[in-house]
């Protein structure tokens, strides 16, 4: 896509393609930061004969160039002289730009907020009827304003949320849907304005919001009061639930 000439140039692109127009027949030299360059964007120096590179214009009046050696991070003038096929020079014609290549060495944090025992899985009771859940989205006291946040919920299409001074401090929630016996899932990643993506960061949790079944007593098992057996054993029989579970042992088997 084409750098936003109008706002600082700003890009990570280190080898960026410079388009323009001009006379058609006519030849291009591109200065770098005041040298003019040869083929591969490194600037010559005209006084020791070097000849810089003459991009030709089509008939169309286009013109590129692309530079193949990178350019340093940092500001950079770039100014084109056209010159006809009589050896007439245009006046110069210049834009800023601004390389950015280091990608940003703070990463998010995700929560999920109602995950209140914090046990890695959400209840019913924790996500209510409504069939969703919120994760909170945090960064650390390093971040920059004016960075995105790009995330991600449950695999779906990138959402970005530009980092303000609230953000930073409080950080924002986003809303989660939620299905009984998969795993909720949220990525987020921090991206500079020049395009630069930091490490993603991920959490998932794990939904539950079936109540247990088949759940049952078999039986309560009287071990006192019915005698013994040949061998001097108690004699062990379960408690008649069905006639009101009466028993004269005070520690039942269950």
Same mark, same amino acid.
């Given at each position: 896509?084409? /750098? ?13 393609? /410079? ?26 120096? $005209? ?14 009046? %286009?013109?590129? *160039? ?11 003038? &770039?100014?084109?002289?056209? %010159? ?27 929560? *999920? ?7 890695? %899985?959400?209840?019913?009771?924790? &996500? ?20 995105? &946040? ?21 950080? *924002? ?62 004699? $062990? ?18």
């Amino acid at each position: 896509e084409d /750098i936003d000439l109008n706002n600082g140039g700003l890009t990570n692109d280190n080898t960026p393609t /410079i388009n323009g127009s001009a006379e058609p027949g006519s030849k291009v030299v591109v200065s770098i930061d005041g040298k003019p360059v040869n083929e591969n964007g490194k600037p010559v120096d $005209v006084s020791k004969g070097e000849k810089p590179y003459e991009v030709e214009v089509g008939q169309d009046g %286009k013109w590129t *160039f692309t530079p193949k050696e990178p350019l340093p991070d940092g500001k950079h003038e &770039i100014s084109v002289v056209a %010159k006809d096929e009589a050896g007439n020079e245009g006046d110069p014609v210049k834009s800023n730009i601004e390389i950015d290549t280091s990608a940003p060495t703070y990463k998010p944090e995700i929560s *999920f907020i109602d995950d209140n025992d914090g046990n890695g %899985k959400l209840s019913k009771a924790e &996500i209510g009827n409504d069939g969703k859940t919120e994760a909170k989205i945090t960064v650390p006291s390093n971040a920059e304003v004016g960075d995105s &946040i790009v995330y991600t919920v449950n695999g779906g299409e990138e959402k970005t949320e530009k980092i303000t001074q609230d953000i930073k401090d409080n950080g *924002f929630k986003v809303e989660v849907p939620v299905t009984d016996g998969q795993k909720a899932t949220v990525t987020a990643k921090v991206v500079d304005p020049a395009g630069n993506a930091g490490d993603k960061s991920e959490a998932s949790i794990d939904v539950d919001t079936s109540a247990p079944t088949g759940t049952t007593i078999d039986s309560i098992t009287d071990n006192v009061g019915n005698g013994v057996d040949a061998n001097g054993n108690p004699i $062990v029989e379960d408690i008649d639930l069905n006639n009101g579970g009466l028993t004269n042992d005070n520690t039942p088997t269950i």
